[in-house]
């Protein structure tokens, strides 16, 4: 099955500067790739997703690469704020019919004003 | 909108009690999700379900099951609750088809066995 890997598990970053985070998977056919933001006691929510056939994709400050070659995506967050501080996941899933989204296990992001 | 919801924001059971947590989804989705959420751990998938009666385990099924009668209910069944169960869980709802699209999360539910 697959299986996600997200590094750094934590990640703190001036407010301004840029904030990357990195993820790998294993199972090359694996084709959908989300991230989710989960602030302190809320539910995790998607803010970007990207698909096997697009290399990058941006909205707005946050934006998110794709190496299928490699197995890894990233995401970049410029110009951090402090309320984009929270935990991040990455996840993965192939196209498969009776596949499920696998999740890393999160990185806390911290801005500091 | 979207809506997951899930029965309970908060749950404080026994050890050795059989355990309910319910979910219900209102987009005619496919596919439920049903995650346990533990600090350092992530999201790990316990069962989830791509149709009415139909079940997968998860990479964390022991001591777990399911129910899925409808397509607008899943259930997550504790049978004997453990201390090691003490967790937050996440239901989770996608579409189904061949083109993976975003879940959506209920509010989770916070279980405490004492």
């Known amino acids: 099955g697959e299986n996600v890997e997200q590094h750094p598990s934590t990640l703190s970053v001036q407010e301004g500067d840029s904030a990357v985070i990195k993820c790998t998977y294993s199972?090359?056919?694996?084709?959908?790739f989300p991230w989710y933001k989960q602030e302190l006691g809320k539910r995790p929510q998607l803010i970007i997703d990207?698909?096997?056939?697009?290399g990058e994709k941006k909205d707005q400050r946050i934006a998110v690469t794709l190496n299928k070659t490699a197995k890894h995506f990233s995401l970049h967050i410029t110009e951090t704020q402090p309320e984009d501080s929270a935990v991040y996941f990455c996840?993965?899933?192939?196209?498969?019919?009776?596949?499920?989204?696998?999740f890393g296990k999160g990185t806390t992001l911290s801005v500091s004003s | 909108d979207v809506k997951v919801t899930q029965s309970s924001r908060y749950l404080v059971k026994r050890t050795g009690e059989k355990v309910f947590l319910e979910c219900v989804q209102d987009?005619?989705?496919?596919?439920m999700f049903w995650y346990r959420q533990d600090p350092g751990l992530g999201l790990r998938l316990i069962y989830f379900?791509?149709?009415?009666?139909?079940?997968e385990k998860g990479d964390i099924p022991e001591g777990y099951s399911v129910s899925r009668e409808k397509k607008e209910r899943f259930s997550l069944i504790l049978e004997s609750a453990s201390t090691n169960q003490t967790s937050m869980y996440l239901c989770?709802?996608?579409?189904?088809?061949?083109?993976?699209?975003?879940?959506?999360f209920g509010q989770g539910t916070r279980l405490t066995v004492v």
């Open positions: 990207i698909r096997s056939n697009v």
């Open positions: 199972d090359s056919a694996s084709n959908y």
């Open positions: 987009m005619d989705h496919e596919n």
């Open positions: 996840a993965a899933r192939s196209g498969q019919a009776g596949t499920a989204l696998i």
């Open positions: 989770a709802s996608s579409p189904g088809g061949i083109i993976p699209t975003e879940a959506f």
């Open positions: 379900s791509y149709d009415v009666k139909m079940k």
